[in-house]
């Protein structure tokens, strides 16, 4: 996605935020943008009594370096409103996320939030998820063998993520990534359920029914498609 692109979508969420809010901070590149903009709100009073919980130690980094305050789900257990980017999105509003490795804190944040607004251009959008992204898969490194069977029992061609290095990548909760290449997933709920019944898989990238709206953006502008029009 051209930064530009990144820029639009990711300054139309923020024009979502308002005075007061609890907001959840995604990470990847599309919602370093966000950060700015809101840092640049901030900064110039148009937003203020803002706090945000970072789904990242590279998002918290972000946000303290730019002076947007932080906080945590023990102070502030919900969320008014989650910005965030995505792999993959279909037409459903289901997502593919955890290219950066942060699916988990993205997912817990997702989960109590009341908006969570997802940021992407054109390219990220599929009919079906998987034709375009393998699913990521955040894996206990005691269960990282047996959990590279299941997922290859499950129908998946499975790569461990590495750093350029030849390194594991390791998440920021000191676990492992498989990322699991389904092809097209026609059931994702079943797929989803049937890696939720496993202990060594810590959680999974199918961010199924979280998003309440995404802003898509492209060479012809930015359009938004919410949850109610898709029920
Ligand atoms: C982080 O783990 C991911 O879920 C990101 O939100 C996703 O990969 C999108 O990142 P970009 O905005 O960098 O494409």
Same mark, same amino acid.
């Given at each position: ?52 919980? @970072?789904?990242? +130690?590279?998002? %918290?980094?972000?946000? !303290? ?7 945590? &789900?023990?102070?502030? =257990? ?62 206990? @490194?005691?269960? +990282?063998?047996? %959990?590279?069977?299941? !997922? ?7 790569? &461990?993520?590495?750093? =350029? ?67």
């Amino acid at each position: 996605m051209s930064e530009e692109l990144k820029k639009a979508a990711a300054f139309r969420a923020v024009a979502m935020v308002a005075t007061g809010m609890v907001l959840g901070l995604g990470t990847g590149t599309t919602t370093r943008f966000a950060l700015l903009e809101l840092a640049r709100r901030l900064k110039s009073g148009e937003l203020k009594d803002i706090v945000g919980i @970072p789904s990242s +130690l590279q998002t %918290e980094q972000i946000a !303290l370096s730019e002076g947007i305050p932080l906080t945590d &789900l023990e102070n502030h =257990p919900r969320i008014d409103l989650t910005i965030d980017g995505a792999d993959e999105v279909d037409d459903e509003l289901n997502l593919i996320k955890g290219g950066g490795g942060a699916l988990l804190r993205e997912k817990v944040l997702a989960q109590n939030s009341s908006q969570n607004v997802i940021i992407v251009d054109q390219s990220k959008i599929s009919h079906q998820l998987g034709k375009k992204w393998a699913v990521p898969v955040e894996v206990l @490194p005691f269960a +990282l063998g047996s %959990e590279k069977q299941f !997922l290859t029992d499950l129908g998946a061609e499975v790569s &461990l993520r590495t750093l =350029p290095d030849g390194q594991p990548f390791r998440t920021d909760q000191d676990n492992l990534i498989l990322d699991a290449a389904f092809g097209t997933i026609r059931e994702p709920e079943k797929i989803a359920r049937a890696m939720e019944q496993r202990a060594g898989i810590i959680e999974h990238g199918l961010f199924l029914g979280l998003a309440t709206r995404v802003i898509i953006a492209s060479e012809e502008g930015i359009s938004i498609r919410s949850r109610e029009d898709v029920k």
